[in-house]
C-alpha cells in the first residue's frame, strides 16, 4: 500500500442492509507513515446491474446504473503522517431494486473511495460493498388474495400396444405468494381411468430467473421436491405435502429491466407423463388472511429445500368446471398417495426438516470462509442466486441462522426460442382461463 498503512471504508454501527430512501453514513479512515500530497480525496456511492450470454463473465453484455453519486471530503493538500477519519453520507434513491447475484448477472451496490495524487504519484481507491433489499408487499400484487393458484390437465394414452386410457391431474396450492420460511400447503388429485398403474408423482419448486440480454438466457433450477407414490389403476387418489419455502431472493426485482425472476410449483406425474404448473410469488411481507378464507388440511410431512434438477416446465391453467366434475364423477373411492423421498438429507441419511420459527429473525445464511464470492463484501447470507434474502431490522451486525446451509445447485440454463414457463399475470390471463390440455 506504500505510504498508507490503512485504507478502509466503515459503514455507521457496521449495519451492511439498507433500505430505498434510506441514509447510508460511515467514515473513511487512513494512517499513513509518511506524509502524502493529494490533489482530492473523493467517495463515491454506486449502484448498477450487469447481466451477460456467459456464466461468471468479467465482462457484461449490457449494463444499466440506478445511481452514482459523489462527495469531495477533502481538498488539495497534505495528510501528515498518522491517522484520520474522513465522514460521509449518501441518501439512497427510492426506486432502486433488490439486491441479486446469479451466474449470469448482478445487482450491486458499493462504497468506493479514491485518492488523487499529483502527477506521477500512486493513486489509493478503497470500496466496500452494502446491500439494498425493496421490500415486495404481496398484499399489493393484484388479485393475490382472491384464490388459491390452480391448475389441472387430462391425459389420454396407450398401454399394451391395444388398451387406451385416460388420466387426470390436478394440483392446487393454498396461496398465490410466500415469503421464506412460510409452507405452501399442495394438494394434489390423480384419477386414473386406466387398467394400469402410473409411476410416480413429483412436486418441485422452481426458480426461473431470466437475463434479458439481445439473445435472453433463460436459467431454471429446482429449489426443493417431494416425491409420491404411483397411483393403482383404475383409482382416483389424493396426495396432499408441503413445501417449506427457503431464503430466496424476491419475484420481480422492481427497479430492474436486465433481470426477472419468476417461481413455480410444478407437478408432474410419471408413465404417463402429465404435467401441471402453479405460477406464485415470492416476496417479503405476507399475504393477510382474512378470517373467513378456507385453508386446505395441513399435511404431515415436511421437505427441506436443495434437489439439483432442472427442467422445462409446461404452463397449465384452471379448466371449466365440467371437465373437473365429468373426470372425479362415477363412485370410484379415493385414497391417499404416501410420500416415498424428500429432496435434502442430512449425514445420517435423515430427510432434513426446517421449523418456519428457524427463519423468524434470520438475516440469511452466512458463507463459509472459502466460498466467499467476496472478500471486500460483509460477512453476510446467501441461497439461491439471492445476495440478501433476509435481513435483520435496526443497526445490529447480521448473524446467521439456525437453519442448513443451504449451497446453490448446479445451474441449467437454456436460450430463446426453447419457451420458458410463462408468468404469473400471463397464467391467469383470459386468453388462457378456459385452457385444457388434451392429449
Known sequence: MGKLQEFDITFTNNKVVYGPGEFISGNVKIRTGHSLQYKAIKVYCQGSCGISNKMNEASWALEEQYFNSTLSIADKGTLVAGEHSFPFQFLLPVAAPTSFEGPFGKIT?????????????????????????????????????????????????????????????????????????????????????????????????????????????????????????????????????????PPLPQSALAGCSLIHIDYFIQVSLKSPDAVVTLPIYIGNIAVNLSPSRPMPPTPDHRIAPNAPSAAGVTPSAPPVEELEEGMCAGGVASEELPTKSHSQQDPSGQPVTMSPSAFSQAPGVALPPGLRPDASAPLFCVSTGATIPFFTEGNVTPVPTSCSLILPPEYSSCDYPHEPPPSYEESCSSANSTFNSVQ
Open 109 to 245: 451496490y458499493r462504497v468506493r473511495v479514491a485518492i488523487d495524487t499529483p502527477r506521477f504519484s500512486k493513486d489509493y481507491k478503497a470500496q466496500r460493498a452494502f446491500y439494498l433489499l425493496n421490500l415486495l408487499n404481496l398484499n399489493e400484487v393484484p388479485e393475490i388474495e382472491v384464490t388459491s393458484s390452480y391448475a389441472v390437465t387430462t391425459k389420454k394414452f396407450s398401454y399394451l400396444l391395444v388398451k387406451t386410457g385416460t388420466l387426470m391431474l390436478k394440483a392446487r396450492s393454498d396461496l398465490r405468494g410466500y415469503i421464506p420460511g412460510q409452507v405452501i400447503k399442495l394438494a394434489t388429485e390423480i384419477h386414473n381411468k386406466s387398467g394400469k398403474d402410473t409411476g410416480y408423482v413429483l412436486a418441485s419448486l422452481i426458480q426461473k430467473v431470466t437475463y434479458k440480454t439481445k439473445r435472453p438466457v433463460v436459467d431454471l433450477r429446482t429449489i426443493a421436491e417431494v416425491e409420491g407414490a404411483g397411483v393403482k389403476a383404475g383409482k382416483h387418489a389424493e396426495w396432499r405435502e408441503q413445501i417449506i419455502v
